[in-house]
């Protein structure tokens, strides 16, 4: 058992712009949001550009300050309502049920830790006819907007002793992925599909890639 364990790896994915290609639904919604405080839209290529958590920092780079509780407030509940009439026409990233098996056929394990709501992320993984895969699957509770961090380090615990640190690897698609990466004492490898540009991202220090499949070939030289 030491020797099989020894050979363990953990993969923790996030879900929005990672394992789900959804960047032009939050984008959308974003906009949405925007209009509804009298804000001008942004491309998807300045989005990128200027995302970051909490999301109300991303919202004061657009505006020029800090949005009002209210404001967020409101914005919020319009990004919400938004994505998820969007949310439909999205799907799964290129390739991602390939890896997905070939990561568990090969003896590893994976979960997933999304800031995205627990009710609404648990049916839409089962929806796609992936959750076998994961070992938990964990959305957010409590406010939207915030950093991953203390939720990566509850996800860790919860997972149990037999997932070793060293061997455990983040994909996200977010530099707050790898900040919450290296809080819990893990490592993190960031895809470029999702909220970051490259720039952005290689500002985190952790291997940036261009593909899911790239992201998994770093994982698995990292756990090795």
């Not at 405080?37 to 919202?59: H, K, M, S």
């Not at 037999?162 to 893990?186: K, M, N, Q």
Request: charge should be negative.
């Amino acid at each position: 058992m030491g020797m099989k364990q020894a050979k363990t790896g953990h993969i923790v994915w996030d879900w929005n712009g990672t394992l789900f290609h959804d960047i032009e639904a939050v984008v959308g919604a974003t906009n949405a949001a925007f209009a509804s405080a009298g804000i001008d839209p942004v491309t998807v290529a300045q989005y990128r550009e200027l995302y970051c958590v909490p999301i109300p920092r991303f919202y004061e780079r657009v505006m020029g300050r800090l949005p009002t509780e209210a404001e967020w407030q409101s914005m919020d509940g319009v990004f919400h309502r938004h994505y998820t009439d969007r949310r439909a026409a999205c799907a799964l990233a290129e390739g991602v049920e390939e890896l997905l098996g070939e990561w568990s056929a090969a003896g590893h394990s994976q979960s997933i830790l999304s800031m995205y709501g627990h009710d609404e992320l648990v049916p839409l993984v089962r929806g796609f006819g992936i959750a076998a895969h994961f070992v938990r699957v964990q959305g957010r509770t409590g406010p939207s907007g915030g950093s991953k961090a203390e939720h990566m380090v509850r996800h860790l615990a919860a997972l149990g002793g037999g997932i070793a640190p060293e061997r455990t690897v983040v994909i996200g698609d977010a530099a707050d992925d790898a900040l919450a990466a290296a809080h819990a004492g893990v490592r993190a490898v960031l895809y470029t599909g999702g909220s970051h540009g490259r720039a952005s991202l290689a500002e985190a220090g952790a291997p940036v890639v261009d593909s899911l499949a790239e992201a998994v070939a770093e994982a698995r030289r990292m756990a090795a």
